[in-house]
């Protein structure tokens, strides 16, 4: 009968652990990765480039806890690393950027980032499509009948109603919300806070 040496089972055991360590490691980053490209960007904002994952990169356009946490050496964790309940709290105030173009953001060569409207709403960091908006595929694309709706919403605060008032003629006129549910004030804010371009803060 053979016998197996205790340091050899141990080195064994080892072995397996760090492979199921590596695996779970893996699955983990190709979820947040998936997140990432429906909720923030799966190419960069400026040039459009997106072959090579690994040369994309995350860029926080404002300060955030997390930015001053990471200046100040008390988190470690950065781009795709980052933990979940940071990325989902900056994850309005981040664009997806090549390295390239990240660089040149950081110089000042990119004192403003154009970025489609959906990206930039309030909506984005909940994981689903905005009002108006409909994932199909794996890409986003308008809804003909709720973002002529989202528009009037828009167009209706630009012309000086404030956001309840919005919510009560919604409702007044039988629009219900994504979900067939009646308007409040925090959902029409949440549309009206979407812009079409991020200004950059040095951080």
């Known amino acids: ?13 080892t072995r ?3 492979v199921v360590i590596k695996n779970f490691a893996s699955i983990m980053l190709n979820k947040k990765r998936k997140w990432i490209y ?6 960069c904002v400026l040039c459009g480039y997106n072959k090579c994952a690994t040369a994309l990169e995350l860029h926080h356009t404002k300060e955030t806890e997390f930015t001053i946490k990471r200046r100040k050496g008390k988190s470690t964790s950065s781009g795709w690393n980052i933990r979940w309940d940071d990325l989902k709290a900056d994850a309005p105030h981040m664009v997806m950027l090549c390295s ?10 990119h004192p403003e980032i154009p970025v489609p409207e959906h990206m930039t709403t309030m909506e984005r960091s909940k ?11 794996g890409i986003i694309v308008k809804n003909p009948e709720t973002f002529e709706i989202r528009q009037r919403i828009i167009s209706l605060n630009d ?10 003629v919604l409702n007044g006129e039988g629009i219900t919300t ?20 991020i200004h950059v803060e040095n951080i």
């Open 38 to 43: 429906e909720n923030i960007g799966d190419c």
């Open 127 to 137: 994981g689903k499509a905005p009002y108006g908006w409909d994932w199909e595929d």
């Open 100 to 109: 390239n173009c990240h660089k040149e953001v950081h110089s000042g060569m």
């Open 178 to 197: 994504k979900y067939q549910k009646k308007w409040t004030a925090v959902q029409v804010m949440r549309i009206c806070k979407g812009s079409h371009t």
């Open 16 to 18: 397996t652990v760090t």
């Open 159 to 168: 012309d000086g109603l404030n956001y309840s008032k919005i919510a009560r």
């Open 1 to 13: 009968m053979m016998r197996i040496d205790s340091d050899q089972t141990i080195s064994t055991s």
